[in-house]
């Protein structure tokens, strides 16, 4: 097979008669092989997208050649369920790579090529067996249209919504563009999603978007964040666990709030990344020992509402390989109090401020805060059952040694 495959006359070179009695085996061997797939070096790829982020396209913007294929080595390389797409009728490029129908593309190869490239034979599967053809989008193309829009309205930042994001050739060929492009891509199928942010993290296009992430990234920072949420893990899907990961290279709370605000993400999503941003420095607190569980349980359910967010925390940071070996204590511990649904917030008490206060015999004051709070650390670590009478006798005794 090797000696044949991308040999130019390697097959019309052979008799009619010597090429159908090679034919079985060679199929055969094809078949044997599974479908040919390209395969690509770190620098073929950066190659490739450094190509297409100097290809000219300000001359003729309406039309690209055949033959410009600036970018698409990068979506061939992680697009590898290509050839599993299947036409109305069920078939694809996988499925019909049998011997039998291997052996009508050979025969269509040698009839119409010179060189029997394993491109062309998977083009020739298809042609000769029905298949139809599946098309990636060429990037040059998307850089040209998004290019052509920009100068025209005169802009400088501009935001590509892509419904079907598909292969990913509007992705890359949209951020190839020298100007400031916000996309946002949409695709339903979970394999080409996952692929299309490996494109995204191999190219390091996030970074582009931000140029104050850009001056934190670091090389680890993709899979940090593909790992947070992964598929299948306990707490997937996690966008705002993601989100929070990725900007966790900065330091600087007002500058995350400034790079989401020029995202335009939503209030209620810089709430969140606020709320988790605080977790986390809680968790870090815990995990050196500066607070205990509990204690870091009740700051992080004060910080975003649930107690159960201590856990997912620790979580992330062992997903993302930022824990220390103190965080998988931790985490049996704060998983163990959600399990016996341990009060972390002065609302899970079995008794509430005003049943204190009635119990005390006292007016309402600044003094009830505090004491709720101390009674909740107590609650926490156990040294008070979270029962009404026994709430309410621990609060008198609180109060009477504070007076």
Known sequence: MDALLNRKHALTNLTDAEFEAMLPQLAAELESNGVLRESYSDSEIQKDWALLLKKDVTT???NISATEVAGMKVLRKHMRHFHSVRNYKGHSVESLWTQPCLEKALRFNRAQHSTPYASEIIRS????????????YRPLMAKKVVSYLANKDELTDV???DVCAGWGGRMIGAKSVGIK?????????????EALRAIRDELGLTAQIAPELRAAWVAELPARVAAVGRAGSQDAPDPIGRLAELLAVLTDDAVVEK???AWRRPRA???AVAALRAADRSAAAAEHG???????RIATAAQSGDPRDAARQLRRRIASGRATPAAATLLVLCERADEQQIPALVGDLAADGAEVIAAINEQPG?????LLEELLQEVAHGRVANRRDAIVAAAKQLYEKKR
């Open 181 to 193: 492009v916000h996309y946002t891509g949409i695709d339903p199928c979970a394999k080409t999603y």
């Open 159 to 161: 935001r590509v919504l």
């Open 60 to 62: 003729n913007p309406f």
């Open 259 to 261: 790079v989401l605000t």
């Open 125 to 136: 599967l298809s042609f000769a067996n029905g298949l139809g053809k599946v098309t990636m």
């Open 269 to 271: 999503t810089l709430y």
């Open 366 to 370: 600044a003094w009830v805060k505090p």
């Open 290 to 296: 500066e607070i205990d569980a509990a204690s870091y």
